[in-house]
């Protein structure tokens, strides 16, 4: 009784014939402005910012940029926020950011991440369902502070006794 094997070969130069998603970012107005200081001002120079806003406004792409830009910053500073980004300035889309409590109006904290106690009073506050990390990590708490209350109540029985 013999075994055969087979060869098996693959061609690394079959052509493409799937054609590629043309990404986003080519088809935004910035990427055809020949000034890039456009879109990094001074933060002093308003007219500059007025016209990349301007320029921005009129792009097709404006919404993706703008969730990207979103994305890419989410939960950062407004120190760490450069240039014009979805006709938007580093105020702006730090304002914007419902990662910190600017994002929600309250002055430009950060917001307590998932997965704390304090993120869990955060969503009973907004009347949200806590997610599962916070759950956990109230639970956790809870835990935590009963057996405090069950120490400090023996230690105050056996001082008394």
Known sequence: MSTTLFKVTRSHTAPDTLGRAVDWRTLGTC??????????????????TR???????SCPVLLLCRQAAADEERGDGKQSRYGIRGGLTPAQRWAADPYTQAGKGKGGRRLAPCGTNAAYDRHVRSDEQPCDPCRRAHNERNVQVRAEARHRRTTTERSAA
């Open 51 to 57: 016209d990349a806003i301007t320029v921005c406004l």
């Open 31 to 48: 990427s055809t402005t020949p000034d890039d200081e456009l879109w990094f001002p001074e933060a002093t120079d308003k007219a500059t």
